[in-house]
């Protein structure tokens, strides 16, 4: 099945969770100790993560900083979503919504980082000529008026299913959208004077020159208008909100959108399409909505997510730490792998673990190698306590993710020669050491491989 493709523009979404217990003397607000900050990708990140929950492949193509919520973004999506970064003008846009007692209390918003008019890198425009649907999640940012971008979704839109997930700031969906997906308020803001959500989607769907509007409607579904008129597409009785508390919200139409998406690229109508996705949204709701997508940074803010590699770096740095960093394929991870990352972690203060990507694996071992799939990999090592985080490349060689790395160190087996290893130059440049430790005799992937066949 071909990819699944999400344009549009991604955000660094953090709450910082506490306890407010009392008011502030200064001025009769609630003081709020913070126990925990935990943060996720927003905006279209967010999407294609939840996108990625039940599509195979995802494809992020979306503009990304070179800050630290850039980096930051990187890391929590990947390995589960390819991330194709565009240029971005100015700073990564962040959400910090203040939380106490389940409620949010204030958001703050930083950031004005906008997508620019550039057209399309060739690599780019090749991943989204080759989608089996597209997901636009449009935030305003500016990715849906670049005119490379609106001429190539107008072609797309002729062969493959289009989502659009519309924004106030952002621009029009391009005609010939498979399926708009805006929620109630949204769509009252584009045709002002009209209430009623079967006569907003019947309207918009002629206004967009769309094949089909859901407008969605919270609690109640969402309403549907395509070719055969309007339809109201309710929540199943099994998906909805227990109890009588205020649910979190937050990411439901990123669900819904997703979730439509994925439905019409494995072959679903729109009235299929969005009744999963009405459902779909609705239990993600209750499993605590986007809140249970977050990456935990425990009690002490942290200005870098531990699974993101540069960002680690950069840490370790100002704080005057030790950086270790490491490399391979670690294929089928066994015991010669574990020693090795155990005692390279031994050396110093975090551990960064530069990881051959699928590419890099079949140029360097052939083509029936991986067997396991880089995201996969890379899941597997950040889950050892002793792998901070990891870093994929696309070389054959981990040179160019050391030139942004710097380690103190770079640890590999004593299998290997110094002379054996052309990045030694690139670290001893950045001031680093190489360093050989003793590898677990008889323990080899390819050699693993050549036993499971043989018996």
Known sequence: MRPLVVLGDTL????????ADRLCPEAPVPVVDLTARRRRPGGAGLAALLAARSAAEVVLVTPLG?????????????????????????????????????????????????ATAEPLPARVREVIEDAGAILVADYGR?????????????????HVPVV??????????????????????????????HDEPAELAKLLRGHWHADAVAVTV??????????????????????????HTAPDTCGA?????????????????????????VEEAARFVIAGGAT????????????????????????????????????????LLHPGHVSLLRQARALGDALAVCLNSDASVRALKGPGRPLVRDRDRARLLTALSFVDAVAVFDESSPAAVLER??????????????????EREVVERHGGEVVLVPTVPGYSTSRLVAAAASA
Request: include cysteine; charged fraction near 20%; charge should be negative.
């Open 164 to 193: 659009w997930d519309p924004h106030p700031r952002g621009a029009q969906p391009v005609p010939g959208i498979a399926l708009v997906t805006p929620n109630l308020a949204e769509a009252r803001a584009v045709l002002a004077g």
């Open 405 to 422: 790395l710097r380690p103190d160190v770079w640890v590999k087996g004593g299998d290997y020669a110094q002379a054996d290893l052309p």
């Open 292 to 331: 249970a997508l977050s990456t935990n940074d425990g009690p002490v803010p942290d200005p870098q997510p531990a699974t993101d590699a540069f960002g680690l770096a950069e840490r370790v740095r100002a704080e005057g730490g030790r950086l270790i960093a490491t490399g391979g394929c670690f294929d």
């Open 12 to 19: 660094l979404d953090v709450d910082a969770e506490g306890t």
């Open 66 to 114: 070179h800050d630290e919520g850039g980096h930051a973004l990187t890391g929590l999506l990947e390995p589960d979503v390819t991330v194709l970064p565009l240029p971005l003008h100015g700073t990564t846009v962040c959400k910090t919504r203040i939380r106490a007692g389940g409620q949010s209390l204030v958001r703050l918003d930083s950031g004005d980082g906008t």
């Open 253 to 277: 139409g990123d669900r819904f959108a997703a979730a439509a998406t994925t439905a019409l690229l494995g072959g679903a109508d729109t009235t299929e399409a969005v009744a999963t996705a």
């Open 218 to 243: 919270g609690s109640r579904g969402a309403v549907l208008a395509d070719g055969l008129g309007e339809t109201n597409v309710p929540i199943p009785a099994a998906a909805r909100t227990p109890g």
């Open 142 to 158: 500016g990715v849906t008026r670049n005119p490379d971008v609106r001429r190539l979704l107008r072609e797309r839109a002729e």
